[in-house]
């Protein structure tokens, strides 16, 4: 907070824009009770009905807000304020409204209502766009349907493939994309994939909102964290079998016993992590499984799965390495087989230096303390990376927590973040 | 194998005694077939329709050996050879023929149709029994159901609580146990269990015929495993909770990670067991669960279940002890919290040294090798120790492997313990 510091940005004085937080909070609220599972929880999974009524929730705002809403084959949604300079790539702001299974109010939502609000504080001021602004929300970002996270901005970017996996992927109850994506009205989602992707140059920019999901800007008391770079996520799904057996009846020297081969990877990927001695190093065993799971059965198997992230790729992949040495060397000591897979282990994206200086600027303008940081939760931003140049804004979340039900932003908080998105967006349009 | 090395015992020339080893194969197979999964596991719940089928065929082969059948309110059932004193505390044998989800085809059935074999042996040499030969079928050894093992000897060694517990318990489809006994025929389970316990001097001895259900037989060649004593379990239940949080947001010093406390812990009871350096001592951890379970969640809770068994109490205690102590650093370390809990810990039991030397002398009259042992894993005969002399034969399985499809014991070893186990019988049976 503090009182501005300088006194003009592009002609506007930072405290004409107001933002209005308890209407805000009234959608937040309001886009929350959009769930499958009860308050506090929130569950909105990809194309159920809570999904649909959000995305009509959202529209509506968009249209109240003046913007031309359009939406593409699978569901992405565009609102669009037209800028005097029609021709020349717009600028973007946006994120998701999906929620994995009994998680909070704010993740993605933040960048979407948020987006829609700092619209509406830059109209009440009277400024005008040179270049358009647009809105999006995107189809999908959380894996939890179909496995395929941030589904709607790695069409947008164009990723191969894509096809062939939604033509092949079903739900758990075995509903496949189309049919799931023709409940929610899209019923050609398959059909007109071809016509997702961007047209090169659609965007000058893509700005994305969103809460830290981390304890850092909390703990230090900072208000604006200016994302330098995304972290992709490599994940690793790691199996050993042994013999397994009667807990009582097979001698400690005769076992092959698989979960503890498991618990000592688990252990190994916190040693390998904390062995770089970098910060941005972050390594979790978030799945670990054993069969049978009886007390009085030795595992016979156990099933893990590893998630790396980094924002030195390099370093990253040296991690990984690490873990597999280690897991062989598990597997020979414990006489367990193994088999270790690399599931995905994409690049990270680096923010445009412009974007991070329109929002530093931006939160200089308004008097609020900020730091560059690296966002470690990957997003769509990731994928629009590919097809724009990106920045991220993260704003404070108590206690770090995100995918639970106490996951909560402060009104100051959103606002402060609203208000440099508004600034941030004013800039990049304003700019040649 | 091998000829026999003396040629009399108590009046019988041990060549006499002919097992039907070929008939006893088609029993266990066809038993086998009432099964709730398909072959070759076998799944056989208590009260199941599977169950009452085995129940029936149990109860029809021994009317056919000529037993007069006895069935008490819970289902335990007895097939009595009276003797010629009558009046004499019987001599008892006998097992199980539950079977957890996809297990095998040997573990309990053993004993019950080799004990009916080993009577029809000793029938066919034209031999009388002195004191009464009695083979029981134990109601649900096995826990999967209502979550008790030992059911049916519990009950009858009078062993308290049960009858409160029994009261409360329901199964996972929330049908209460009178329920499940009324459909399979126990109409007054519940009003009859005061009938169950049985009266003091009811046996003068129990012998329980069943596969090692571990490797050390198979693995030394050796024919007749003498059990001298059982293991009782002791197991825990081990909870661990921090704060969960995202796996890419998180930085490593910040996290509370209950999965990694849960490792650690599995794998320092694997360091204790193996402190005490006694072959008699095994610890296992064969449940661990994580919460949520999601590969970009850190686990916020990390449920363990923990099985430790030894001969030695002291010594088993004792583990227990440096397990909770390790539990508590690691809870202390890690910043999580602990919920520690001893869920049971019974004293082991001893066979009784009449009954082990009977064995010994069965083997020996057979020409088959022999050695002591340990059971580790507990029986009925745990429960009947309590309320009358015990001892256990164990014959080789294929690998030591249990619980599982390919549970199997060669016809050979089969026979020759029922060979053992039917001698045994006449010598206590002869026994003043
Ligand atoms: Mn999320
Ligand atoms: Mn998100
Ligand atoms: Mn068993
Ligand atoms: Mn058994």
Wanted: aromatic content about 6%; charged content about 20%; hydrophobic content about 40%.
């Amino acid at each position: 907070p503090g009182y501005p510091q300088s006194s003009g940005f592009c002609g506007l004085q930072s405290d004409e824009l107001i933002v209005d937080s308890f209407r805000l909070q009234q959608q937040i609220d309001e886009l929350a009770s959009f769930s499958d599972s009860s308050a506090p929880s929130v569950t909105r999974i990809l194309y159920s009905e809570a999904d649909v009524r959000a995305r009509r929730y959202i529209k509506d705002l968009m249209d109240s807000s003046g913007l031309i809403v359009r939406e593409d084959g699978v569901g992405n949604i565009f609102g669009r304020w037209e800028g005097s300079d029609s021709m020349a790539p717009a600028i973007a702001t946006g994120s998701h409204t999906d929620a994995i299974p009994f998680s909070g109010k704010y993740d993605g939502v933040v960048g979407v209502l948020g987006a829609i609000e700092a619209i509406n504080a830059l109209n009440r001021t009277g400024f005008k766009p040179r270049r358009s602004l647009e809105v999006i929300m995107f189809t999908s970002e959380e894996p939890t349907r179909f496995g395929i996270s941030c589904l709607g901005s790695r069409l947008l970017a164009g990723l191969p493939n894509m096809k062939s996996s939604l033509e092949r992927v079903v739900d758990k109850d075995n509903i496949s994309f189309p049919d799931a994506a023709a409940i929610a009205g899209y019923e050609f989602a398959l059909e007109t994939l071809l016509e997702v992707p961007l047209k090169e140059d659609t965007y000058a920019a893509f700005v994305e909102l969103h809460i830290e999901q981390g304890p850092i800007l909390e703990e230090e008391g900072i208000a604006i964290g200016i994302v330098t770079a995304i972290a992709a996520p490599a994940s690793l799904k790691v199996d050993f079998r042994g013999d397994g057996g009667h807990a009582g009846a097979v001698l400690m020297p005769s076992r092959n016993d698989a979960g503890l081969a498991a618990a000592e990877l688990a252990l190994a990927v916190e040693k390998h992590v904390l062995e770089t001695q970098s910060a941005d190093t972050v390594g979790t065993t978030g799945v670990l499984e054993l069969y049978p799971g009886a007390v009085n059965s030795i595992p016979s198997a156990a099933h893990i799965e590893i998630d790396i992230r980094d924002i030195d790729e390099q370093r990253r992949n040296s991690v990984i390495q690490h873990i597999k040495v280690s897991a062989s060397e598990i597997a020979t000591r414990r006489h367990v087989h193994l088999d270790f897979q690399i599931v995905t282990q994409d690049p990270p994206a680096a923010s445009s230096q412009k974007i991070v200086k329109a929002i530093e600027s931006a939160s200089q303008q308004l008097g609020l303390t900020s730091k560059h940081m690296i966002s470690r939760a990957y997003h769509d931003s990731l994928f629009m990376a590919r097809v724009s140049p990106m920045g991220m804004i993260f704003i404070p979340c108590y206690r770090g927590y995100s995918h639970r039900p106490d996951e909560f932003a402060s009104r100051e908080d959103l606002s402060n973040g609203i208000k440099v998105l508004a600034l941030s967006l004013l800039a990049l349009s304003s700019d040649l």
